[in-house]
């Protein structure tokens, strides 16, 4: 009786930790942008990106973070913002013309990636 007591307690443990490690709805979701714009008013950019969905359900409420350095003087710029877009599972979408922070392209080399999202 013992042994079946001490394998069940065992197994709640063990269960337990494998769902704390579970991967987040934003690990399988990958942004690339395609083409910027430059800014009108209150220095905000506009750029056409394509978003990646590998996972078995729909997400939302893409988190994507933006990190440059200036060319000039080693200057970091960071950006995150949340992007209230839908994605369906197991595709990519491009949305045109999607509000980003500018960044002059010719003054600073950076990326963006994703950060988080919510599923659907």
Known sequence: MKT?????IAA?????????????????VKISIEKWR???TNNIGTADITVTNDNDFAVKDIRVKCDYMSKT???????DQR???TVKAKTS??????????IDQEAAEGSCKVSGATQS
């Open 12 to 28: 709640i443990f063990v269960g337990a930790t494998g769902t704390a490690l579970a991967a987040e709805p934003g690990d399988k």
């Open 73 to 79: 003087g080693g200057r970091k710029i960071e950006t």
């Open 93 to 102: 979408k491009l949305f045109k013309k999607t509000k980003f922070p500018f």
């Open 4 to 8: 079946i007591v001490i394998s069940a």
């Open 83 to 85: 992007l209230a877009l």
């Open 38 to 40: 430059k800014p009108g």
